[in-house]
């Protein structure tokens, strides 16, 4: 069963270009609404537990590095089928094999300045805000 919840954040690349609003923008009009949001900037420890996972990775130095330089927004949303949906409003990964229209056609430049992140399960939405937000922090 899914939730209806997700977690997302703005990337470094979209925050240093002034995306913010209109990645924004793209979320609120396609139906999610923003229960818990803050602009904050990872540590190198932080951004090393974060992608944890990607540790044995050859880009993960990289990705840690490119996390750290710059503020991030992250955020949870809501709507029906959060998750899922989120992930149709991004697009790929790789921007050029995005759909028009998705934030990462619009607004990412490479695979690895890809301007957003969206949770790719329940589970990870709900462990990604856990770290980025205290239980205060969600409504």
């Known amino acids: 069963m ?3 919840r997700t977690f ?23 139906g999610f ?9 990872l540590s190198q420890n932080e951004a090393e537990a974060f992608y944890a996972v990607h ?22 949303l809501e709507k029906d089928n959060a998750v899922d949906d989120f992930r149709k409003l991004i697009g790929a990964t790789n921007p050029a094999e995005a759909v028009e229209g998705t934030i990462r056609k619009l607004y ?9 992140h969206g949770s790719d399960s329940d589970e990870n939405a709900n462990i990604e805000a856990a770290f980025y937000f205290s239980a205060r922090e969600m409504y």
């Open 55 to 76: 540790k044995e990775r050859p880009f993960f130095g990289e990705l840690v590095q490119f996390m750290t330089r710059g503020p991030i927004v992250a955020a949870i």
């Open 8 to 30: 997302t954040m703005i990337k470094p690349d979209a925050v240093e270009k002034g995306h913010i609003g209109a990645i924004l923008d793209k979320i609120t009009t396609a």
């Open 33 to 41: 609404n923003i229960v818990s949001m803050k602009l904050t900037k």
């Open 108 to 116: 990412a430049t490479s695979v690895g300045e890809n301007a957003v």
């Open 2 to 4: 899914s939730t209806n």
